[in-house]
């Protein structure tokens, strides 16, 4: 695939009528070609109206029309080879192996949610059959199911240039529900967005599909995301950045005379919890997990939304002997170059404040990588009364940076979780011994946090059925939510009832002869499909 420099929209590259921008190399600073062209607000206009006069059509496709979409938007993104896994390298600076397997998962979570459209179950159909006969007072035929909310603005990620971009989680899950994508490409790696944009357009092309199912944008990133989730066209957004990114697209939202919802994923610092029974090990096995924990902290240079930021060690000599095992680990390692000189400069002042702040000091420090945006893996350590007392030490630093929480008593652990924002995922170190402690920190954890963990790292989201990658604000805007797996879905979804409507205007799924197949609630009992095995296979 050759790159224009252009935005996709409806299905063709448009020139921009604003400024030009490029990708950079953070390794080099190089500048990458082509230049690309930034729309205006008033050229946005094309995209989000072409999205409104897709919906209809789109909204309405059979499961495995749908379904086979989505296939082959996976089947596009990997026909594009190494080029792409060359350019994303190139814009981001993180390793081939690192983008490989990130790409296997955006084409993964593409090829989880077409089973989930031809299994069907997401469309919640329930049916309460009329009861003319029951008294005092007869019961309406009443059919619910859900549909989908209309087009979707999303927002491209700048640590997953592949799993959470342009045919990212966000994006396949709104089209999944049935919702068009106008999709604001992120400038930081804007040839991996087109290249990925370019699978997608060729995806909707071959099925016949109306053009405006999906739009690739390229702008200013305050003014045409504002002017994008302002677009009354526009029904919902979905967005994975910056807190202080998201809460201006809240706010923007919910100043529209008709406010939409905004499922935004922030910040986290992912505290980990260790028990003294984890550390009443060999020297050999505390140096292992030491590791573990430097590993989270510093792999793909920290810069992931579920990197331990925080751990909690007892105080003692089981908790010194970690932290002095912390700090040889983190010593012998080098920084990685992070995405942006932006960012790394951003990691840089985070580092700085706390370092600076009262009752903090340096567990152990890397080394600065080959690069000027590679900075040095830092572990900073302070005690549990002062993580509670000042804010500053509850800041999230993106990046490769952590700080060790020394404590006294489970006491002192309750109280810090309370004084905790919401989180993504809190994970647990422990053995057998240590289960009655764990049992009376859970309850307040899943007041804090999306996702429990035990004897594990918060880094590495499994999509799947179960999993939740969602939690409190500020970790997300909306703490019923989740981005990853399959009940994402349900973002861009709401229900609606059909009362007393004749079969000839029942929508498909909630006619009686259930032409779809589809597992369906009647009069509160699960009815499954008689398909079911055989769509599954």
Known sequence: MTLTGHSLIAGQPVVG???????????????????????????????????????????????????????????????IGDD????????????????????ARTTGQLRLFAKVVRQGDFRGVRIDPALPDRTPLP????????????????????????????????????????????????NAHPGTGELVGQAVVKAVKDFGLHPGVFSLVYGPGSSI????????????????????AGIALMRTAAARPEPIPVYAEMSSLNPVFVFEGALNRSAEQI?????????????????????????????????????????????????????????????????????????????????????????????????????????????????????????????????????????????????????????????????????IIVNGWPTGVEVGHAMVHGGPFPATSDTRTTSVGTLAINRFLRPVAYQNLPQELLPAPLQDSNPWHLNRRIDGTVDAADVKDEINA
């Open 287 to 451: 140096k292992a997990l030491a590791q573990q924990y430097v590993t989270a902290v510093t792999g793909s240079s920290g810069q992931l939304c579920t990197s331990p930021g925080l751990l909690f060690a007892p105080e003692g000599e089981l908790g010194d002997k970690l932290a002095a095992a912390v700090g040889r680990a983190v010593s012998a390692c080098a920084g990685q170059t992070m995405l942006t000189g932006g960012i790394a400069s951003s990691w840089n002042q985070g580092a700085e404040a706390l370092g600076s702040a009262s009752g903090v000091d340096v567990v152990g420090q890397g080394t600065a990588g080959p690069t000027e945006n590679a900075p040095a893996p830092t572990i900073f350590g302070t005690r549990i009364s002062e993580f509670v007392s000042n804010n500053v030490l509850h800041a999230e630093i993106f990046g490769a940076a952590s700080l060790v929480i020394r404590y006294a008593s489970t006491e002192e652990l309750i109280a810090a979780i309370n004084r905790l924002d919401g989180q993504l995922t809190a994970s647990l170190q422990l053995t057998e011994e240590d289960y009655p402690t764990a049992a009376l920190l859970i309850p307040a954890l899943e007041q804090k946090v999306g996702r």
């Open 84 to 103: 792409l896994i060359i350019r994303a390298g190139q814009e981001t600076g993180l390793p081939a192996a690192r983008l490989q397997g990130e790409r």
């Open 139 to 186: 019961r309406a035929d009443i059919r619910q199911r859900q549909i989908p909310l209309g087009p979707v603005a999303v927002f491209g990620a700048s640590n997953f240039p592949l799993a959470f971009s342009t045919a990212g989680g966000d994006t396949a899950s709104a089209l999944a529900a049935g919702c068009p994508v106008v999709f604001k490409a992120h």
């Open 17 to 79: 009528d604003g400024k030009t921008a490029f990708g950079f190399n953070p390794a080099t600073n190089e500048v990458l070609e082509p230049a690309y062209t930034l729309i205006t607000d008033e050229q946005l206009t094309t995209a989000t109206s072409a999205a409104a006069e897709a919906f209809a059509s789109f909204s309405t496709l059979d499961p495995e029309t749908h379904a086979a979409f989505l296939d082959a938007i996976a089947q596009n993104i990997e026909a």
């Open 225 to 244: 995301g504002q002017a994008l989730v302002a677009d009354p066209a526009i029904k919902a957004v979905g967005f994975t950045g910056s807190q202080t």
